[in-house]
């Protein structure tokens, strides 16, 4: 069984530039998730997807991040303007559903804003 | 609130012997799950092993086990014959039934020592 791709890797950018990060789920997961990691700190939830709808985006920045699932499969997060502080890892998770016991993460996209 | 707490930052353990982890949380729900995961330094999250709040028995997974106090609102993880390999970041994490949102500790960075 595959598991969750990103993409890309890494990426370096400079502030107010745009970026955007590529999340492919495990075939068949209903849910995915994309949080962010600040370095020493705990993966903190951005937006959680049913499908393709938004179960909870209440920690997302709207003023300069964006998500979709258009097709209720893959998945992209965008920030436009970036600003320094979105420095991190940027993690996809998916699962079967809600009430499922286990995410699968991803490799995650590691952000570096200059 | 919900939240979870990870009082240990670092811990120095000599290989082959047993690590304990502390983890504490903090919720008024009734229904909830109790997660641990493994984040080596190439960044990927491992699911190690998960306890509902109704599993009367602790939850064991091989080496790791769960030692789940809920009276205490403690779910520490017990890593038994640790190896070289285990030496990584472990996370606590919550979620919540209804909702599937999950919420990460800050993590405990663990060092085996041969």
């Known amino acids: 069984e595959a598991g969750v791709a990103q993409s890309p890797r890494y990426k370096i950018i400079e502030k107010r530039q745009s970026v955007a990060f590529w999340c492919n789920p495990i075939?068949?997961?209903?849910?995915l998730y994309w949080y962010q990691q600040i370095l020493g700190q705990g993966p903190k939830l951005l937006i959680q997807?049913?499908?393709?709808?938004?179960v909870d985006d209440s920690q997302l920045p709207k003023d300069r991040f964006s998500a979709e699932r258009l097709k209720g499969v893959d998945s992209t997060l965008k920030i436009q303007p970036a600003k320094l502080e979105d420095s991190a890892v940027y993690l996809c998770?998916?699962?079967w559903g809600q009430g499922s016991n286990e995410q699968f993460f991803g490799p995650g996209t590691r952000l570096t804003v200059l | 609130a919900q939240k979870i707490t990870q009082t240990q930052p670092g811990m120095f353990v000599q290989e082959k012997e047993a690590v304990t982890l502390d983890c504490t949380y903090d919720t008024s729900d009734q229904s909830y799950g109790l997660f641990w995961y493994k984040q080596p330094s190439s960044g990927e999250m491992i699911f190690l092993i998960y306890?509902?709040?109704?599993?009367?028995q602790n939850a064991t997974e091989g080496r790791y086990s769960l030692n789940f106090q809920k009276a205490r609102k403690s779910a520490n993880l017990v890593i038994s014959a640790s190896q070289l390999g285990d030496s990584a970041m472990y996370f606590c994490a919550m979620s919540f039934r209804r909702g599937d949102k999950i919420i990460f500790g800050k993590g405990t960075r663990l060092h085996i020592l041969p």
């Open positions: 998770a998916s699962s």
């Open positions: 306890q509902g709040s109704y599993d009367e």
């Open positions: 075939s068949g997961h209903a849910t």
């Open positions: 997807f049913q499908n393709n709808g938004v």
